[in-house]
């Protein structure tokens, strides 16, 4: 039976038993003592109707307060209706709430079954107020301890800064555990609630192991590489075509490809150096004589093939290491030369940029990258066309070697490109690093 059924039967109810009820108690009054038993009965009647209305209205309230609400209704017409609809919606608020706690159970069992750590935290007073047994082992939190601040686990100071933030997208990364020296953690910081935040902490000391490990090897494997490298490129030197005619084909293509492989060294080297993630020297840069010399070096490269045109709207100075900024622009400066038709355009420029840093731009004419390869592009050795990469003379290092450096500097690299029209590869600095 519907709500609005429900209710009007029960008015009905009322009304024809309070008309019958007054019929008879009015008539009474009026065969006894005339008009005035009429007027009696009626104040009668109603100050008894009133009187038992809030005696009901008393003991439901008492009902309610004592959560002992019957499950049958005691009263007949609109209290019955009351009672009925109030004990309704208390077995589905009842269900309701079985429902949340098994749910919330059900929450909890997973998060305490996760391989990660997982804090939830207060961010008004900071304290931990829930965490799993992962956690606990990782930041030695003894299950004893129900008011634990966060920061009194971690004291770093970059933990604070970054928790303060509540940047979602940017995890805090290597950071020393509380509990074991040896261990490094990364923190990721989780939508939770308006009050809560969810902290989850994970485990990156094989990781970083690992990734030590293979930069040690292509270091030392690249280091061993340069002596027989240097070696043989000498005794090509050595070798006079003039005397070996027949010889000078050969000679020529085992220059190139010594030379390649010597590139191809430096660039090993020179990104594992970089990934050490070891600290840049900070200098101030002139945009000036920076542009002056990737131009020189463009059209060096460039053989009057292309038409390059230098903008220097900034002309100011940028803080960093001048060796790895250049290495990082030349690298693009050269990447749009040789991927730029002969008779291609290419713009070099630095600019003001909207947050109040500086902007330097390499944009070319020449042959665009699918939008699906974009995403892939600083990943060492990743070429879109194997062959016109090994035809062009690339090492496939140069982009990875560009987002490293740009990191080390809080940059960032935004490529744009359209296939058959060309690209642009914009290195984004914060305003920190203008001078």
């Avoid at 939830?120 to 931990?128: E, G, P, Q």
């Avoid at 956690?135 to 009194?152: C, H, Q, T, Y």
């Avoid at 990743?382 to 690339?394: A, C, Q, V």
Wanted: aromatic share 8%; charged share 20%.
């Amino acid at each position: 039976m519907g709500k609005a059924t429900l209710t009007a039967l029960a008015w009905h109810q009322s009304w024809i038993l309070w008309s019958l009820l007054y019929l008879a108690v009015l008539s009474v009054g009026y065969l006894q003592f005339g008009w005035l038993g009429v007027l009696w009965a009626w104040a009668l009647l109603a100050t008894l109707q009133i009187l038992r209305a809030y005696s009901k209205l008393a003991r439901l309230l008492n009902d309610l307060e004592s959560r002992t609400l019957k499950h049958e209704p005691s009263a007949q017409g609109v209290w019955a209706a009351l009672e009925t609809l109030i004990i309704r919606r208390n077995r589905e608020n009842r269900q309701r709430i079985s429902r949340l706690v098994q749910m919330l159970r059900g929450y909890r069992l997973a998060a305490g079954a996760m391989p990660e750590g997982a804090l939830v935290v207060n961010r008004r007073t900071l304290f931990v107020i829930w965490s799993n047994k992962v956690a606990k082992k990782m930041l030695g939190i003894s299950p004893a301890d129900d008011a634990v601040r966060l920061f009194e686990l971690f004291r770093q100071p970059q933990v604070k800064e970054w928790f303060s933030a509540s940047n979602l997208d940017q995890p805090l990364l290597n950071i020393e555990s509380p509990n074991e020296a040896a261990t490094n953690l990364d923190l990721y910081l989780l939508p939770y609630t308006a009050e809560f935040s969810l902290v989850v902490l994970r485990d990156s000391t094989k990781m970083r192991k690992l990734e030590q490990v293979r930069s040690d090897f292509v270091a030392n494997v690249s280091h061993e590489l340069r002596t027989p490298l240097t070696v043989i490129h000498g005794y090509l030197e050595l070798i006079e075509q003039q005397d070996n005619p027949e010889l000078q084909t050969i000679i020529m293509e085992m220059q190139k490809q010594s030379h390649r492989m010597n590139h191809l060294v430096e660039d090993l080297l020179n990104l594992s150096r970089l990934e050490s993630g070891k600290e840049l020297p900070e200098e101030t840069i002139q945009s000036s004589s920076l542009l002056n010399t990737l131009e020189q070096e463009a059209q060096a490269l460039s053989q009057n093939r292309h038409h390059i045109t230098v903008i220097n709207e900034f002309n100011g100075a940028l803080v960093g290491s001048p060796k790895d900024v250049h290495s990082a622009f030349s690298n693009l400066v050269s990447n749009a030369v040789r991927y730029t038709p002969t008779g291609g355009s290419i713009i070099i420029g630095m600019l003001h940029n909207d947050a109040g840093g500086v902007d330097f731009s390499v944009k070319d004419t020449g042959f665009g990258i699918p939008s699906d390869h974009i995403s892939r592009l600083t990943e060492r050795f990743y070429r879109i066309s194997t062959s016109r990469s090994r035809e062009l003379g690339g090492t496939g290092l140069g982009l990875s070697i560009c987002k490293h450096v740009l990191n080390l500097h809080q940059a960032e690299l935004i490529i744009q490109s359209e296939p058959g029209k060309g690209s642009t590869f914009t290195c984004r600095f914060p305003k920190k690093r203008v001078a």
